[in-house]
């Protein structure tokens, strides 16, 4: 049974850092795409971060570009999520995604329909 399971959330101040990591289980997940998403009260989920299989490629969010970082470590079967400078607006909670319809994906998934199995998700809350 594929599991995702999500850990790192937290109460955090502006200007903070956090780390969030999603670790896999089930089977093997280094031949295919992982990525962050978060869904702040009242919006849609929206995409924050992916990352290709072999953890050589990756994109972000303009939101949150040279803020966050997007990681994995195949071995571990776990992906991470560095946050730093951490805004108000990055209020939400976080959920990861993995893609295990497609291995070997080249283009990095962004929309929430191209990822098959979630994490519970954790929540980010950035005081001002």
């Known amino acids: 049974q594929v599991q995702l399971e999500v850990s790192g959330g937290g109460l955090v101040q502006a200007g903070g850092s956090l780390r969030l990591s999603c670790a896999a289980s089930?089977?093997?997940?280094?031949?295919?795409?992982m990525g962050w998403f978060r869904q702040a009260p009242g919006k849609e989920r929206e995409f924050v971060a992916g990352?290709?299989?072999?953890?050589?490629?990756?994109y972000y969010a303009d939101s949150v570009k040279g803020r966050f970082t997007i990681s994995r470590d195949n071995a571990k079967n776990t992906v991470y999520l560095q946050m730093h400078s951490l805004k108000p607006e990055d209020t939400a909670v976080y959920y990861c995604?993995?893609?295990?319809?497609?291995?070997?994906?080249?283009?990095?998934?962004?929309?929430?329909?191209?990822?098959?199995?979630w994490g519970q998700g954790t929540q980010v809350t950035v005081s001002s």
């Open positions: 089930g089977r093997t997940f280094s031949s295919y795409a």
């Open positions: 995604a993995v893609d295990l319809l497609r291995p070997f994906r080249v283009v990095i998934p962004r929309r929430p329909s191209e990822y098959n199995y």
């Open positions: 990352i290709n299989w072999s953890g050589g490629s990756t």
